[in-house]
C-alpha cells in the first residue's frame, strides 16, 4: 500500500502511543521518567508485544489480500471462524477434559453466547473496514482497544494510568486524526 505521508505520520504517531498506554511506568505510579523508556525494552513482556505486532501485521495482511479478491467479509468471516472451530474442536474437547467444559458451558452459556457474538460482529466490522479502505489504516485504528483496555484497567482494577498513559492516548487519538486527514 502506498500511503500519503499525513498517513505514515498517524500510524508512526498511533504506535508510538501504544508504546506509552502500555509503559507501567516506575511500576504504576503517577512519574514517568525517560529511562522507563529504555528499561520497558529490557522487559520481556515488551518483546513479546512487539512479537505479538507482527503476528498482527501478518493476519491483517492475510485478511486483506483474502477481500481483495472480491470475497464479501461475511463470507470470509464465515470461514475465518469455521476454521477456528475446527482446529481447535479437538484440543479444547480432549476426553480428559470434555465433563469441565460441559459443566463450564452449562454455567456460563449466556456469558459464551453474547462473547462469541460481539467478537464475530467485531470481527466483521474490521473485515468491512479493511474491504473499503487501507490496511494501514485499520490495524493502527485497531489499536484503539489498548487505550480502552488502559481505562478499563484504570476505572476497574484501579491501575495507575499515569503521564506515560495519558502522553500514549492523546498521541493516539492525534495519529487517527492525521490518518483521518490524509
Known sequence: ERLPALGYAGIAIV?????????????????????DLLDAFRNPATRWALLSGVFIAVYSFTDKLALSNGTPPTVYNFWVFFGNLIGWLPIVWRRSRVQTNLELVRVNLGHI?????????????VLTALAMTSASYVTAGRSLAVVIGALLGTLALKEGFGRARILGAAMMVAGIALMALA
Not at 504506535?15 to 511500576?27: D, I, K
Not at 462473547?115 to 470481527?123: D, L, N, S
Open 15 to 35: 504506535v508510538a502511543g501504544m508504546f506509552f498506554v502500555s509503559l507501567t511506568a516506575n511500576g504504576g505510579d503517577q512519574k514517568f521518567r525517560m529511562r
Open 113 to 125: 453466547l453474547i462473547g462469541a457474538a460481539a467478537i464475530v460482529a467485531t470481527y466483521l466490522f
